[in-house]
């Protein structure tokens, strides 16, 4: 596996090894062991999550900020671009964003450590969008901070239909009101 450090170092692209010839592929999505030694990561992953949306589809920006996860996302079908907000205060990149293009054709996969906010925007007619978490879904935890922030001013790319929000999600608060990390 290729691992390449984003602009947040502690934000991971994953690039696993894939073995390929004429009859299809093959890879391992996920190893415990492999996954440690390459990334410094040595979590226990808790919970594994699939969802499927349409185009424009925009999901998050969603955080826990007690039970934080840790996120391990990948796109079995179709393309999004992923984002990550480092939301620790003590954070020398407190604030900031780094976004990634996930897709099944790609194979590409992101660490998002506890502490950041995450959300995705579906680029293709449809993706299936699957995630391992370090820690188990506590609704009552569960923060979201406005997709279209202008103190975080994500450079979200254009998707040609309209961007669709859930009510919760359309509820997202700023970076200046919302709940954060130390």
Known sequence: MN??????????????KIFGDERGFFFESFNQQTFAAATGVNLQFVQDNHSMSAQGVLRGLHYQVRQAQGKLVRVVSGAVFDIAVDLRRSSPTFGQWVGEYLSAENKKQMWIPPGF?????????????LYKTTDFYAPEHERCLAWNDPEVGIAWPVCHVEIQLSNKDQQGQSLARTELFE
């Open 3 to 16: 691992v390449t450090p984003t602009l947040i170092p502690d934000v991971l692209v994953i690039e696993p």
């Open 117 to 129: 906010a995450h959300g995705f925007l579906v680029m293709s007619p449809q993706a299936e969008f």
